[in-house]
């Protein structure tokens, strides 16, 4: 079965810091989808990307950035110079070619405090 | 409106209450889900839809009651709630894909639930 594991429970920083998020990621198929999403304060789950798993091109998104490595199944997320607006829950998520429903599962999550 | 919506936002009811929490997406997608998440807790998968039939049922208690009318609608039935009922409900959608797997799901802003 799937699994998503983010070790880093909690995280605070100081503001203009550089942060990364940890997710480790189990499958036993070739092709899966691996996502970020941004949980702030207000609840709403936010996407902010989606990785192949046959792209293993680290990608760039103003202040975001991916780090996608199969050989150790690590889909890491960096934010540069954290802002307060990043204070948020992180979630990294799998999909791969299970049953209807059974395929898409998260990680528990990363709070990220960034202090002014 | 765009992407997914649920009302109400907020919702307070009594153990001994019926209420019904409402989901629409606008995306065209042909997956839905309830997802539960607590304080301080894990996202908790509760039901899942795919084209209209239900396909995922987390083990969960019989007081909720999902419904899922069309492929745009869902609705989620709740009766003599406990406390422990009270949490932030999160409904969402995603395309499921026909080779297996799901793209990335989208989710509502969250009915937060309070039982008194």
């Known amino acids: 079965a799937q699994k998503v594991t983010q070790a880093q429970t909690e995280i605070s920083v100081v503001e203009k810091e550089d942060v990364t998020l940890d997710c480790v990621y189990e499958?036993?198929?070739?092709?899966?989808?691996l996502f970020w999403y941004k949980q702030p304060p207000s609840g709403e789950l936010v996407f902010l990307i989606r990785r192949n798993s046959f792209d293993e091109q680290n990608e760039i998104s103003g202040r975001y950035s991916w780090n996608f490595q199969k050989s150790t199944s690590s889909f890491n997320f960096t934010i540069t110079a954290s802002q307060v607006v990043d204070s948020a829950v992180y979630f990294c998520a799998l999909s791969d070619l299970g049953n209807y429903g059974q395929n898409f599962v998260f990680g528990p999550g990363t709070r990220l405090s960034v202090l002014p | 409106e765009t992407g997914v919506t649920q009302t109400p936002r907020h919702l307070v009811m009594g153990m001994t209450n019926k209420k019904s929490l409402k989901c629409e997406q606008h995306l065209g997608h042909n997956a839905m889900y309830w997802y539960k998440q607590s304080a301080k807790k894990p996202l908790e998968l509760m039901f899942v839809?795919?084209?209209?039939?239900?396909?995922e049922n987390n083990s969960v208690p019989s007081r909720f009651s999902p419904e899922c009318p069309n492929s745009s609608h869902l609705f989620l039935h709740l009766h003599t709630l406990q406390p422990e009922g009270a949490a932030l409900y999160l409904c969402?959608?995603?395309?499921?894909?026909?080779?297996?797997?799901?793209?990335?799901?989208?989710f509502g802003p969250g009915t937060r639930l309070t039982v008194t």
């Open positions: 839809y795919s084209l209209e039939e239900r396909v």
């Open positions: 969402a959608s995603s395309q499921e894909r026909s080779s297996g797997g799901s793209y990335e799901q989208y």
């Open positions: 499958t036993r198929d070739t092709t899966y989808y």
